[in-house]
């Protein structure tokens, strides 16, 4: 009998131990009885507590979903968008798929029935779209940077796939990159008087006001990584590109490459046709600094894609030189006030190496033009060389050299500037591109 008695005594603390090891107790270690705890409990009877917000219960699994793709609901708007903000109603629909059909980028916002767009919003590029939700708003606006472009609005609900967009079951598909635009020509025909040139830093000039009617062909870009630029006509004057970064208030001069010429520059005085990078760019303008009669056409074509780097010497950037593409020597014997010509046309020169045989200092002036048009003791030298008496005097350069963007002529003198002949006439060397 006493032995039972031991026997259910040991069961009963038993049972009593594994109740106590599954009772909640609070932070403060008081027992709450007929609470079931669910995460944290510990061997020693202590538990976190129920799940709560601040006590959350851990859960760990798998998730899978498919999303439907965009289905129109048939449910259609169109714009015509220009230079001017213009808007429409979004048709029904809890997603709004904005097609650009037009070839100028467009600018588009969504709001109110008197919503305006601007440059700053999202572009449509021309041939592509955007899909919007369409929450409270009611109307979308729309504007160009320049000329005028098409806009469909389709109606709908889901998730649109193409550019960017998720598919059925969450694959991924990516539209081709927008066309080029081409916008329309542009004449020249007149002399830009009315622009103002200030010099800055380094010998770099800001153009800034607004040109002379019917003197600059000026072109938004819209995300444009290059520009190709043909003028054509039958005109007589002097053209330049330029770029501006701020929306057309200060413009720079930019360089383009003649395609399939060696030549890279930003004045022309015939037709041509070239290319240049403008990325991070606003503006691109052909404008002219001077005219004398005729009409240039300006055609541009802006691309996503840059263009390829053109390496010339007279850019920064090194060219190979080669046995067709190196230095061309050239003697100059006995130098003197007859202004001689290395270049009739844009270049660098290299090196210049000349003995002074006189027992007086004389100067070798090197012009940036025709020989010509130079006028000893009138017309600037772009540069000027000393020559010490019975010396030999001069410099060379890796390449590149020293640019000239129209030609390079040299004249020998006893002052600079000046036009008093040398009593003997040096001998120089030169070296030019």
Known sequence: MQKRWLIAGALALAFAGAAHAQTYRDSGGTVSFGVVPLVGCSSSGYCAGPASATNPLPVSGTFSASLSGFAPGGAYATLSASATSSRVALPAGAIVVVYNTGSS???AALG?????????????????????????????????????TSLNLSGGSGLPTGAGGGGAGGSVSVSSLPADVQPSTQTISAADSASTSTGVANGQTFITGTPTANSAASFALSSAGAVDVEVTGTWTGTLASEISIDGGATWV???????????????????????????????????????????????????????AFYVAGSNGVPAMLGATNGWTPLRLSALSTTVQSVKASAGELGMLQCYNPNSSQIYVQIFNAASGSVTLGTTAPTLSIAIAPTSTGGWALANPGVNFSSAISLAATTSSPGSAAPSTAPDCNAVFN
Not at 271 to 293: C, D, I, K, P
């Open 105 to 107: 980028a467009a600018y």
């Open 112 to 148: 109110g029935a008197s919503v305006a767009a601007t440059t700053a919003n999202d572009v449509i590029q021309p041939g592509g779209w955007m899909a919007f939700t369409v929450g409270s708003n009611s109307y979308l606006a729309a504007i160009t940077a320049s000329g005028t």
């Open 253 to 307: 001069s930019q360089g383009l490459h003649q395609i399939g010429t060696s030549s890279y520059t930003s004045s022309f005085t015939a037709r041509f046709a070239g290319a240049l990078n403008v990325s991070g760019h606003t503006q691109f303008r052909v404008r002219a600094t001077a005219w004398t009669s005729g009409a240039a056409t300006v055609l541009i074509r802006s691309s996503l894609n840059g263009y």
